[in-house]
């Protein structure tokens, strides 16, 4: 069975920087695609960024010029770089990963402090 087991999180200065990981264990399959989303309290969860197999990337609006996702493809392993945080980025965030199942981790809480 396929696990998603997100680290990194914390809570950070407004300006401040963290970086996620999130490793895939178990019977691991490669991901097609792999990416973070987060869920802020009171709010549905929204897409935050994401990698696929080669390398290209998407991200949202809100975190574009801020945040780098990015990928070891031989660890099926995930990070997001996120820089210049605010506190409305403040959040849950969840990893997901997706061969012919979407899969998703656990979640790992950063909050931006004003």
């Known amino acids: 069975q396929v696990q998603l087991v997100e680290s990194g999180g914390g809570l950070v200065q407004a300006g401040g920087s963290l970086r996620l990981s999130c490793a895939a264990s178990?019977?691991?399959?490669?991901?097609?695609?792999m990416g973070w989303y987060r869920q802020a309290p009171g709010k549905q969860r929204e897409f935050v960024a994401r990698?696929?197999?080669?390398?290209?990337?998407v991200y949202a609006d809100s975190v574009k010029g801020r945040f780098t996702i990015s990928r070891d493809r031989d660890r099926d392993e995930v990070f997001l770089h996120m820089n210049s945080l605010k506190p409305e980025d403040t959040a849950v965030y969840y990893c997901?990963?997706?061969?012919?199942?979407?899969?998703w981790g656990q979640g790992t809480q950063v909050t931006v402090s004003s």
């Open positions: 178990g019977n691991v399959f490669a991901f097609n695609t």
């Open positions: 997901w990963g997706i061969t012919v199942t979407e899969y």
């Open positions: 990698i696929s197999r080669t390398g290209s990337t």
